[in-house]
């Protein structure tokens, strides 16, 4: 009886399909579809990685390069599924402010961290389990990811910026698209600096009238 030699794998193919599927290649993942073991999965791919073929966003994960409109938001919850896209990303997204991170910018209720790649950033600020409400779940082409509701994301803004010892600049905030009466029953679940701070502020007191 001949002994059958398994045919190695063509890892260009392999790209091209999953691209089709997520913009994500996970090292189980790959070793568990295509019966590899694992120590073998991982060497494969980082040597594709090495080739510019995929990017590493963390250990056994990476960015698949085929993809062309990958995005940080679908790495999210892999990287901290205790997890919401909130502070200046939100707040740019919702049109709050004008201002642009670098980084997507996250809450976790685990360890911050930051993770920076070729592809993009992503910063994990950490907030407290008592915090971590007020956001919804958005799709991307491929996945889905939580956001800060606009009131939430603003509090988490001021919250996380008087922790870090500095002063928010609200002056730069468009208050038109928060929902005052939702902002306000969000701020009673914050600390009393919270409060104060958009009390004292003359952009919130425009809004307020």
């Known amino acids: 009886m001949k002994n059958t030699v398994a045919t190695p794998l063509d890892w260009s193919k392999v790209l091209s399909d999953e691209a089709r599927l ?3 290649v996970l090292v189980n993942a790959i070793a568990t579809k295509y019966r590899l073991p694992l120590p073998s999965a991982q060497k494969a791919l980082s040597r594709l990685a090495d080739r510019g073929l995929l990017i590493r966003v963390a250990k056994g994960i990476y960015v698949n390069s085929l993809v062309r409109d990958s995005g940080a938001e679908d790495f999210i919850k892999l990287l901290r599924p ?16 004008t201002q642009s991170s670098v980084a997507l910018t996250c809450v976790t209720t685990g360890k911050p961290k930051e993770y ?30 939580a956001i800060a509701e606009p009131e939430k994301a603003l509090l988490d803004w001021i919250y996380l910026t008087l922790q870090g010892g500095l002063t928010p600049s609200l002056d730069e905030i468009e208050f038109k698209v928060i929902d005052k009466q939702k902002l306000a029953k969000y701020a009673v679940k914050y600390p009393g600096t919270v409060r104060n701070t958009l009390m004292h502020s003359l952009a919130f007191e425009h809004f307020a009238a």
């Open 116 to 145: 920076a790649t070729a592809a993009f950033a992503i910063t994990f600020r950490t907030i407290s389990k008592r915090l971590y409400w007020g956001f919804i779940e958005k799709q991307t082409r491929y996945s889905k990811y």
């Open 22 to 24: 997520t913009d994500v």
């Open 82 to 97: 205790d997890s919401y896209v909130s502070l200046e990303s939100a707040l740019s997204h919702w049109g709050l402010s």
